[in-house]
């Protein structure tokens, strides 16, 4: 049986896949964000969320839109202003929230947090186009091209769930620590708006590229 895509192709693909799951960027810094205000079920839920977006990421850029993303200039930009627009107001959210408490589910639903982590991602425009970029690189163009693209966003939505997890583990870890303190949970709420506001700024001023 002649699998989708090439083992030593597969091969490749994995280090390169987790080297850049690795690399800190909006997704794991709004994981981060979610675990250390919501504690392990939220972080992981994020996590979750998180990969959703991708999947239809990698849906799309298979299907070629996100070509048609980028021969647009003005789609581009109404959706990552969408994208500033929606983390300004998980910002102003956070503070509102009051002290935060690392696995009080009833704080923050974990439907929400996943609706809300499937919508940060979705409305960055630069994972269509990064992915775009990165997959075709490892299709061969003599095979069906959807099964490949199947396949390879299913590992490295697999890598970043592994990545994304422990990072959303620790943080948990990390806020229950410091939910014991008043001051110090009341402090969580304005890291995790201050992370939103940071993603915030760098959709907005981030090159089209």
Request: some cysteine; charged content about 10%; proline content about 7%.
């Amino acid at each position: 049986m002649n699998l989708p895509v090439d083992l030593l192709t597969l091969a490749a693909f994995i280090p390169a896949g987790l080297a850049l799951n690795l690399t800190p960027g909006a997704d794991m810094m709004f994981v981060l964000a979610q675990g250390l205000r919501g504690g392990p079920r939220a972080g992981m839920m994020a996590n979750l969320g998180i990969a959703a977006g991708c999947l239809v990421h990698v849906a799309v850029a298979a299907l070629g839109l996100a070509a048609l993303l980028k021969a647009h200039p003005a789609a581009f930009e109404a959706i990552r202003w969408a994208g500033v627009a929606y983390l300004l107001w998980l910002a102003v959210k956070s503070l509102w929230a009051g002290p935060a408490r690392p696995g009080a589910v009833a704080a923050a639903p974990l439907p929400r947090i996943f609706r809300e982590a499937l919508v940060v991602n979705l409305l960055n425009p630069k994972v269509a186009l990064f992915i775009l970029a990165f997959l075709p690189q490892f299709v061969d163009p003599s095979r069906p091209v959807l099964p490949q693209f199947a396949v390879l966003g299913l590992v490295f939505n697999l890598g970043g769930l592994l990545v994304n997890g422990a990072v959303a583990l620790t943080a948990a870890g990390l806020g229950a620590r410091l939910a014991r303190s008043a001051a110090l949970s009341r402090g969580l709420g304005r890291v995790s708006a201050g992370i939103f506001a940071l993603l915030a700024l760098r959709l907005a001023v981030m090159e089209r590229g």
